[in-house]
């Protein structure tokens, strides 16, 4: 399994950090996991081609994480370059079929796909929850956002990937990290800046340490988060292995 970071930041225009985006290559499998603003042209930058993802994996409808699945579904749509064939999933929490009906409403047939490619797969906001894709599992929990949101794990091939999506620290994203080889954590402000339905360094680190995960990799990140050592924060709680993500950063599990 290979990560590349699309995204590392938030609802905040920062040229370095691109609004939430990370993009996975499992086996037989193409994953886009959220799509804030930006994403599609990282996925550029990485030579990522948006006509063959799989699967689009949303946490929540906040807008730095899904404005770009506006112009991916138009641009699936576009007639007059080489198009988009093949079917594709998008999972969401409780609420995706609505978001896509006002999507709908808005754009019109423009972001409708054609040849029924579009499959829309709700999970649930309020308990765990699991779906299977060629080979793959994934498993949810609601995290504890402002908005509802999913905490996400993936298991493919004997590797495990846990992405926290926007949420507070909370014991369901321990479970769902249990033993994982990579958690990537969100950790929008400093220590000294908590924010609720957000996380530190130190919180991340935290659910990293309980959950005996072998690799941190911190992300969404606020700019007062580049003004601080966030791994020395990190650090202090978690003693394995932690990164920070930047933008067109690549992993592999
Ligand atoms: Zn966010
Ligand atoms: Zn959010």
């Given at each position: ?8 930041g ?9 609004s939430?985006g ?12 959220d ?9 550029c ?15 929540h ?11 991916f ?5 576009y007639?007059?370059g ?10 969401g929490p ?17 972001v409708v ?25 994934l ?6 956002h402002s908005?509802?949101?999913l ?5 493919t ?13 909370n014991?369901?994203l321990?479970?769902?990290s249990?033993?994982c080889?990579?958690l990537?954590?969100?950790?929008s402000?400093p ?22 995960v ?31 993500a930047?933008?067109?950063?690549t992993?592999?599990?």
């Amino acid at each position: 399994m290979k990560i590349t970071i699309l995204g590392s930041g938030t609802a905040t225009p920062f040229l370095d950090r691109n609004s939430s985006g990370l993009f996975i290559q499992a086996p037989d499998l193409k994953i886009i996991v959220d799509m804030g603003a930006g994403t599609l042209r990282r996925m550029c930058e990485a030579g990522i081609d948006y006509k063959e993802i799989d699967l689009i994996m949303l946490t929540h409808f906040h807008p730095d994480h899904v404005t770009d699945f506006i112009s991916f579904l138009f641009a699936s749509n576009y007639a007059y370059g080489p198009m988009r064939t093949l079917p594709f999933h998008v999972l969401g929490p409780t609420g995706l079929e609505q978001f896509f009906n006002r999507l709908v409403e808005t754009f019109g047939e423009w972001v409708v796909p054609i040849q029924d490619r579009l499959i829309l797969q709700e999970m649930s906001a309020t308990s765990p929850d699991e779906f299977r894709v060629k080979g793959a599992l994934l498993k949810s929990v609601p995290a504890a956002h402002s908005f509802p949101c999913l905490s996400y794990r993936l298991e493919t091939e004997g590797k495990t990937l846990t992405i926290s999506g926007d949420t507070d620290f909370n014991e369901d994203l321990i479970r769902l990290s249990e033993a994982c080889d990579t958690l990537i954590c969100e950790c929008s402000m400093p220590d000294s800046m908590k924010v609720s339905g957000h996380m530190t360094p130190s919180e991340a680190a935290l659910v990293a340490q309980r959950a005996s995960v072998k690799r941190l990799i911190l992300t969404h990140f606020y700019p007062p988060c580049d003004a601080i050592d966030v791994i020395s924060e990190a650090q202090s709680v978690f003693q394995g292995t932690i990164l920070k993500a930047e933008d067109l950063m690549t992993v592999e599990l």
